[in-house]
């Protein structure tokens, strides 16, 4: 994938469809990050967080012309619907699973533009991270949506669950190569990307998970805010997640401690074995006397400790040619 064009069906995502003419300012209220601005065919990362600040669900909001699709975790659409259910009183909004209507084919690389675009028979528009735009297909409604979870240029393909595997068979002759599940969690660690669920869960202040892009301080009062404003003004997280470079390629479990002169400070969420930079690379919380990148600790490993280094997010960043 970080030479050619990379395929992996992630229709194991999950989809909350939200209709109703209160849908913007309703979520407004209720998410990190400013949604009430999204025009249709825009998008972005967001939140939504208890009354303390932590985290309930990451998502991806979509604005369609008649709706929002929420895009998350499918084991965390239940929970969230009912919880948002709790909140809506009199306003003009309707939620619904929308997992099962249309699966999510990825394209990712630094041919996944080239590649889709012969499958498409159409050029594509410059489409930041998040931004969607809807495309005919034999007949058909394919969702093309910018991501980049891989690190790399990469478009979710929503289509019906029929049509995926005949997109799927026209992917792969124009080039693209299927990517498993561990190679894609290898892919996202590199690039420094947090898993819900993984990286992140109930117990996580939305400071801690290193998601600067999924919140806004100026957007006005949602839920959390307050305690995200006053961390952010008047105080600081005492952990957060970052990079760690291990010293070769064993590789720590999650839950693996951090040690700083045999000292506990901190844990390891997510470890893989990098090929492209030949060792080890783990996402993992660390206390702040120790996020500069570079300082040597130490890792707990299956025979031993392990040495590693701090490391800045994202391990790799792909050069401005691959996209």
Request: hydrophobic share 40%; charged share 20%; glycine share 12%.
């Amino acid at each position: 994938m970080r030479e050619g064009a990379g395929l992996i069906d992630r229709s194991e995502r999950g989809k909350i469809q939200v209709t109703g003419r209160d849908r913007a300012s309703f979520f407004q209220g209720m998410l990190s990050n400013d949604v009430k601005t999204l025009q249709p065919g825009q998008g972005c990362e967001a939140a939504f967080l208890d009354v303390h600040g932590k985290i309930v669900a990451l998502l991806t909001v979509h604005c369609l012309p008649d709706r929002l699709v929420l895009e998350l975790g499918r084991q965390f659409v239940g929970p969230t619907l009912a919880t948002l259910d709790r909140f809506l009183i009199s306003e003009k909004v309707e939620l619904e699973d929308a997992s099962g209507e249309a699966g999510i084919l990825t394209v990712a690389g630094p041919a996944a533009r080239k590649t889709l675009e012969q499958v498409l028979g159409q050029a594509l528009p410059d489409l930041p991270v998040h931004h969607h735009v809807p495309v005919t297909l034999d007949g058909g409604q394919v969702r093309v949506v910018r991501s980049e979870e891989s690190g790399e240029e990469g478009y979710d393909l929503w289509a019906s669950l029929g049509d995926l595997p005949g997109l799927w068979d026209r992917l792969r002759a124009a080039g693209a190569v299927p990517v498993g599940r561990e190679a894609w969690n290898v892919l996202r660690v590199e690039a420094g990307v947090v898993w819900h669920g993984v990286d992140v869960g109930a117990s996580t202040l939305l400071l801690e998970a290193s998601l600067p892009a999924a919140y806004s301080l100026q957007k006005g009062c949602y839920i959390g805010q307050e305690v995200l404003a006053r961390i952010t003004y008047r105080g600081h997280v005492n952990r957060q997640i970052v990079g760690f470079r291990l010293s070769d390629d064993r590789v720590p479990g999650a839950g693996s401690r951090v040690l700083v002169e045999g000292k506990d400070v901190g844990w390891i969420t997510s470890a893989v074995v990098s090929p492209s930079l030949g060792r080890a690379l783990a996402l993992g919380y660390l206390r702040r006397e120790h996020w500069g990148p570079g300082t040597p600790v130490e890792v707990e490993g299956p025979e031993g400790t392990l040495a590693a280094e701090v490391s800045a997010l994202p391990f790799y960043r792909r050069s401005p040619a691959g996209g």
